[in-house]
């Protein structure tokens, strides 16, 4: 297969993020912005973000759009067409924009996916987490394995690109090698493989007694890269088949720019990192409101490229950083740059610097090496 797209040149096209809050169950893990609901999303959320996104005056070409949450599959077909044509109007799509919707699986029908594929959905992420059921307990998870199952059949017969998110540290800790073969099975060409966390301010958090010791974490997450074959890492904890690479991700780990809506959202515009409210009720009250506005300096922003960058498999090429920045990479990093190599937990052949295979599993020491650097 030749991959799913041949991206458009870097700096010209941003991501565009959407916040759909609402779930009809709550997972206990979960501290992302997040509200309960019986049905579908509210009409007075739907209306608030569209006023939101129409009144958005930043950059307009975009290659990506990504629909995160939440639950964005509880947003009714009807509701979808309204928030994309908003978005059609207000930024100029790519022929080729990737079109992403998360889902829970037992949402999945093959009325609702045949739905999204002619609102111009062409990628789905379903937030499957294990194809165990005693996993899925333990997490909360209203789906079973037998719906992850059929959900992820239902998406490979339409989609030729979507992504499965499963999750390594819960309990029953045999069955996630299980839960990466049943994966491997299902033939997705993206795989997002996270360790859960037990985050203060969820009901996890007061359970933190029950996280898996480090060596088993590393262990775990090693087995991802052991038994994900056919398909490479190409992120900290992400995998893909050459060219189906999460395009709007990318945009995040090259430190490049994106506009985020709904409560809780973040943007990064023209050096400002900005966040909507959180609290649902001032979003609807003033949609697009800010609770967080900071504008970095040049220096934060070329910390921040390198860094994320060295979370990615293709690194960062001198090149690249300095058509971005007119400025030598070695120039401004080259001490901290060379005692990463020394540790080997990077990996320079003079032209472009990756993480290594420690430092993949090490990656927050490259950060906090390279964070140190005065500006």
């Not at 608030?48 to 930043?58: D, F, H, P």
């Not at 992120?235 to 189906?244: I, M, P, T």
């Not at 060295?310 to 001198?318: A, C, E, H, V």
Request: proline share 5%; aromatic share 10%.
């Amino acid at each position: 297969m030749a991959g799913w797209k041949t991206r458009p040149p870097e700096s010209i096209m941003i991501g565009v993020y959407i916040h759909i809050p609402y779930c009809r169950t709550i997972c206990p893990y979960c501290d992302f912005v997040k509200r309960p609901t019986k049905g579908a999303a509210p009409a007075e959320f739907i209306a608030a973000l569209t006023r939101e996104i129409s009144a958005y005056k930043g950059a307009r070409d975009a290659d990506a759009i990504f629909f995160g949450g939440g639950t964005p599959s509880l947003i009714d077909p009807a509701s979808l067409a309204t928030i994309l044509s908003v978005v059609r109007r207000s930024f100029a799509v790519h022929a080729e924009a990737e079109l992403t919707l998360e889902a829970n699986p037992d949402d999945i029908t093959s009325e609702l996916l045949d739905a999204w594929i002619d609102l111009g959905v062409n990628r789905v992420s379903l937030g499957v987490q294990s194809f165990n059921d005693a996993a899925l307990q333990y997490l909360g998870r209203r789906h079973d394995a037998n719906a992850a199952r059929k959900a992820c059949e239902l998406v490979a017969a339409r989609f030729e690109n979507w992504n499965v998110d499963l999750m390594f540290g819960v309990p029953p800790n045999d069955a996630w090698r299980d839960s990466l073969a049943e994966c491997k099975r299902m033939g997705s060409p993206h795989v997002s493989a996270y360790g859960l966390t037990y985050e203060a301010g969820t009901p996890f958090g007061k359970r933190s007694n029950e996280a898996i010791d480090e060596d088993t974490y590393l262990a775990q997450y090693n087995d991802a890269l052991e038994l994900l074959t056919g398909i490479e890492r190409y992120e900290v904890s992400n995998y893909a088949r050459r060219g189906f690479e999460c395009l709007h991700n990318l945009h995040y780990w090259r430190n490049e720019e994106y506009a985020g809506f709904g409560p809780g959202a973040y943007s990064f515009l023209d050096g400002v990192r900005a966040r909507n409210h959180a609290k649902l009720e001032d979003y609807l009250e003033t949609p697009g409101g800010k609770m967080e506005s900071l504008a970095l300096s040049g220096d934060e922003v070329r910390i921040e490229t390198i860094i994320q960058h060295l979370r990615l498999r293709d690194g960062l090429s001198r090149q690249t950083y300095f058509q971005r920045f007119q400025r030598h990479l070695d120039d401004e990093f080259g001490e901290p740059l060379r005692m990463l190599r020394e540790r080997g937990l990077v990996v320079d052949d003079g032209v472009v610097i990756r993480p290594s295979e420690q430092g993949f599993e090490l990656n927050n020491e490259i950060g906090l090496a390279l964070v140190r650097v005065p500006a």
